[in-house]
């Protein structure tokens, strides 16, 4: 995986130099952003894709996808990442994996996926067979979550070092985003690592990309109102934040 971000990080030096041909890349500090998955990853991947997204750009981005953790970065490094409430993020993860990624991708269910489906048709029913006094509906639950792609994962799974993670959010080295606060926590972020977004007029300080490409959550209907309570005790017993 460190051969991934050393390659990664010299394909978007190239991407950079072709932005601003003649720089002394010895000078430009490296930023890189990992994706935690369902936490806003993706759009931000697409503000940093977006040459007009910033006045000046005085770092190198460099962001990845879900393979890449804390662990698989150099020492010391500097890092963008974005969390979410483990609740939303459930709710989130559950729909996304239903609709196989559409509309904006397409990834076929697995055959575990196709029985956790089947099995649990709403994110709640899930949700509240995790403590189901039916052993074996808690065992269907306990497959279910190590079936969905988004389900299985756990925010916390991207810092298995929680030290480290501790010691660079105290160095100022870790930069947080919050999935419901995305677009103020990137600007102020972004301009404290020197690349201030572009504004669009006052009414709109945000960058064109920032405007259509708003986090969002798919179409509430029956049964797809926030998860049970027993999640949210859940998540709190075993701190899988």
């Not at 430009?28 to 998955?37: A, E, F, K, M, N």
């Not at 369902?38 to 005085?58: Q, Y």
């Not at 099995?119 to 190590?146: C, G, K, S, T």
């Not at 100022?172 to 977004?197: C, I, K, S, T």
Request: hydrophobic share 40%.
């Amino acid at each position: 995986m460190r051969a991934i971000v050393w390659l990664r990080r010299l394909d978007y030096r190239r991407r950079y130099l072709r932005r601003h041909p003649g720089t002394d890349m010895a000078r430009v500090p490296v930023v890189y952003c990992l994706h935690l998955g369902k936490t806003g990853g993706s759009f931000l991947k697409t503000v940093l894709r977006d040459p007009g997204s910033f006045l000046a750009e005085e770092v190198l981005f460099v962001p990845f996808g879900h393979n890449i953790t804390q662990r698989h970065l150099p020492r010391g490094a500097v890092m963008v990442f974005a969390t979410r409430d483990p609740i939303t993020r459930f709710t989130s993860g559950f729909y996304s994996r239903k609709r196989k990624g559409q509309p904006t991708s397409f990834r076929d269910w697995t055959k575990a996926e196709a029985r956790a489906f089947g099995r649990f048709a709403e994110a709640n029913d899930l949700a509240e067979a995790l403590d189901a006094e039916d052993p074996a509906l808690r065992a269907e639950a306990a497959a279910a979550m190590q079936a969905i792609r988004h389900l299985r994962e756990f925010q916390r799974d991207w810092f298995p070092d929680p030290a480290r993670l501790a010691a660079d959010l105290t160095a100022g080295r870790a930069h947080r985003l919050r999935q419901e606060h995305l677009n103020a926590d990137l600007m102020r972020v972004f301009a404290r690592l020197g690349a201030p977004p572009a504004a669009r007029g006052a009414a709109d300080p945000r960058p064109g990309a920032w405007q259509q490409l708003q986090p969002h959550a798919p179409p509430v209907g029956p049964g797809q109102g926030k998860p049970a309570p027993p999640l949210r005790r859940r998540f709190r017993l075993f701190g899988r934040a």
